[in-house]
């Protein structure tokens, strides 16, 4: 009973629900472990009452939470405080107020923004926590809008270097917003990777969340370039004919995207811009960067500087390099500040060519523009966890527990962030997080979205069915994401497919979170919330990087979404209608990690799947699933009048399903850019590693031909779709 009290107040669940009406209790042994990873002994029975006791002693009498939220007319609840006790608060903005005897509705009357909050009460006992005071909502959307998804790297142009890059998605922006009238591209994380070689090309597996990659980079936009000169500009040139012949291997001889190659030439490239002096202008504009950005910037940096010099798995290192702070890191910070200049270098022309890219966006009319993505979590040996160490839970990683299509649950091998930390900071890593990613976009999407209220943790060395789920304070989490919104004036997208726990959805959308609805799940499951096909998070597991567990969710999660509309299988699931749909989400007829849409109405993804051994039964099942499926969602389009051109034409085809999207509330409509040209190989195929591309191909046409961005803006086939979109009015 101890263990499940001390489990409790620190937010451990000690059961979960892997299919409705079945209950799972949580090992002790696996609370045992997960309560060490919040730095409490529950191993012995003593253990246990010493924790209890020194809970008590500590949080359990504490005056204040680690961390009060108030939102406008919604109070903080601060019940518990003995009575004559007086609060002061220091504001954001260096004022202070006074406001006397408990009233949490003056809190919540503060102007919005992150304070600290003291308290004392009689006998000198005295308390302080910062105070994030909130909107009630992020901002929405302005308007109905329509607009591309793309995996930037896939997306190269005639002046790209081997992959898609910045000054490729400012020429998109600029020139979709222009001619189609698109009001947003939405991107894959761009967040920085672990250095290689090989580097994981997965972009939701980062070392770092908090700074975008310079591999993005568009070396000629860099203004210090047109400086190069002598044996600098002849070198430079030497690398750009290399970088042309490597763009050339792609486009036009099938090779892969190779990052490892791309980023050697780029980095070569940058050393030599590096040596290049500042302009006054530019370097004073350089030194507010590197003051804005302080601490993380140098953590970052030093990571990268550390990375070149002993790996790039920091728990490897010399034991006084594994802690940012050690005496040993200070002197080698001392000793390596070029290179920690260089990468900081590198970092500020990143983000300058991200505000470049937003701006091309704004100024080609887009209203919102740069739609930028979270991923779930960061690599365990990455630059993050080393700066962070306190605030992720070491020996853990998130995942997913097993239900009705996963039996063995997912282990995605990212570190979770500790609840505990996060509020005893006052959510500053992730307040820091959002504000980087929000500096230049006009929406943020949030991978796996349900991770703010709770995640999956799997002990190390073990398997995923012996894990357990934390609780976050998810009003804390949302409080602090629609904060960081309203200031950059951003709205937010949540990844939400999947098994969704209740009243989630409902929580997301009161804060003015638009949910993710992709067209081939939306249909009536008989449940409570309106839930999307449960696929098995497929979609998680394929992100993180997971091969087998990720293959069996994926394929398992495929069935289920067609479970109920194959032949024989009793009660159809019925297609909800335009109508039905919910008015706050992007919607989509496909995502990175499903087929494209070619490719279902070809029967291309089942055959490769087929011949990668991933399907999820016999061959002939899946088929006949595929097709009905298939032939009901064509049935459809046609009693709706939304396929005029009659069946059999694929062109038509992706056209009616998009229509279709027209024809919901959805505020936003996300058009997969693949989809647009016919391509038939999806980004990410989850269950492979080595078996299939990931991440690592072009956008091609239906023969499997790379398009560059010049012949997409020439195509007629885009084009046609794009005015489905565009004469509609989205």
């Known amino acids: ?36 990873a919040l730095g409490v002994d529950a191993s012995t029975p003593h253990a246990v009452r010493a924790s209890l006791a020194a809970y008590e002693d500590g949080a359990g009498r504490a005056l204040l939470p680690r961390t009060v939220v108030a939102r406008p007319d919604r109070p903080p609840d601060l019940m518990g405080l003995p009575e004559g006790t007086v609060l002061r608060v220091e504001t954001e903005g260096g004022g202070t107020a006074d406001l006397g005897a408990p009233d949490p509705a003056a809190l919540a009357r503060l102007p919005l923004g992150v304070h600290v909050l003291e308290a004392r009460a009689p006998g000198g006992r005295t308390a302080r926590a910062p105070l994030i ?52 591209v939405q991107l894959n994380p761009l967040h920085a990777a672990v250095p290689g070689p090989p580097t994981d090309p997965s972009p939701y597996r980062p070392s770092s969340r908090r700074f975008p990659d310079p591999v993005h980079l568009r070396i000629e936009h860099i ?38 190659a791309v980023w050697a030439l780029k980095r ?61 890191t200070a002197r080698l910070r001392h000793r390596l500040l070029d290179r920690i200049d260089f990468h900081c270098r590198l970092a500020w022309h990143t983000d300058q060519q991200l505000a470049a890219a937003q701006r091309a966006a704004r100024d080609a009319g887009m209203p919102i523009g740069l739609v930028h993505d979270l991923a779930v979590g960061v690599h365990p040996s990455g630059a993050d966890t080393w700066a962070q160490r306190d605030a992720f839970a ?39 997080l959002l504000r980087g990613l929000l500096r230049h976009a006009g929406a943020l999407r949030i991978d796996h979205v349900m991770g703010l209220f709770r995640l999956w943790w799997v002990p190390e060395g073990r398997p995923p069915t012996e894990g357990a789920y934390v609780r976050y304070d998810g009003k804390a989490m949302l409080s602090v994401l629609a904060l960081e919104a309203r200031r950059a004036g951003a709205a937010v997208i949540g990844e939400d497919l999947g098994t969704v726990e209740p009243g989630v959805r409902g929580e997301l959308a009161a804060r003015g979170v638009l949910g993710t609805s992709v067209l081939w799940f939306e249909r009536d499951y008989g449940g409570g919330e309106r839930d999307a096909a449960p696929r098995a998070e497929a979609a998680e597991a394929a992100e993180a990087g997971e091969d087998d567990a990720a293959g069996e969710a994926d394929a398992a999660g495929e069935a289920g979404a067609a479970r109920e509309a194959a032949p024989g299988s009793g009660a159809v699931a019925r297609i909800l209608a335009p109508g039905e749909w919910r008015s706050a989400c992007l919607a989509t007829v496909t995502t990175h990690d499903l087929p494209t849409t070619a490719a279902r109405l070809t029967g291309a993804d089942v055959a490769l799947r087929e011949r990668l051994g991933l399907l999820a039964g016999p061959p002939e099942r899946e088929r006949s699933r595929a097709t009905y499926e298939l032939a009901e969602w064509m049935g459809e389009l046609v009693r709706r009048g939304l396929l005029p051109e009659g069946q059999g034409d694929e062109e038509a085809a992706i056209k009616a399903v998009h ?72």
């Open 223 to 260: 203004p210090e370039y047109a400086h190069l000169a002598g044996a600098a500009r002849l070198r430079a040139d030497e690398l750009a004919a290399r970088a042309h012949a490597l763009r050339s291997e792609v486009l036009e001889r099938g090779a892969l995207i190779d990052r490892d």
């Open 659 to 730: 229509r279709f999207l027209l024809r919901t509330p959805a505020r936003m409509i996300g058009v997969w850019l693949p989809d647009a040209v016919g391509d038939r190989r999806p980004q990410n195929l989850p269950g492979t590693w080595d078996e299939y591309p990931n991440w690592r191909l072009p956008i091609a046409g239906p023969d499997g031909r790379p398009h560059t961005l010049e012949e997409l803006a020439a195509s007629p086939r885009l084009h046609a779709l794009m005015r489905e979109l565009s004469d509609r009015s989205c």
């Open 394 to 432: 070491a020996g853990m990683s998130i995942g997913a527990p097993p239900d009705a299509f996963n039996a063995r649950g997912q282990d995605w091998g990212l570190p979770p962030w500790r609840p505990d930390a996060l509020a005893a900071a006052g959510y500053a890593p992730y307040r820091e």
């Open 268 to 328: 070569e490239a940058l050393e030599l811009l590096w040596a290049v002096p500042l302009s006054p202008g530019r370097r004073a504009a350089y030194c507010d960067f590197l003051a804005e950005q302080g601490q993380a910037l140098e953590d970052h940096a030093t990571w990268c500087a550390l990375a070149e010099r002993h790996g790039p798995d920091w728990r490897c290192w010399p034991a006084e390099l594994r802690d940012p702070r050690s005496p040993g």
């Open 1 to 36: 009973m101890g263990r499940a009290r001390l489990a409790r107040l620190h937010g451990i669940a000690m059961s979960y629900a892997p299919s409705p009406g079945r209950s799972v209790q949580i090992a002790d042994d696996t609370v045992v472990a997960v309560l060490a």
């Open 133 to 184: 005071v909130a909107p009630d909502r992020v901002p929405a959307p302005p308007g109905r809008s329509h607009g591309f998804l793309v995996q930037l790297y896939s997306l190269l142009s005639r002046r790209s270097w081997g992959m898609g890059d910045l000054g490729d998605l400012a020429d998109l922006a600029a020139w979709s917003g222009r001619a189609l009238g698109t009001g947003f």
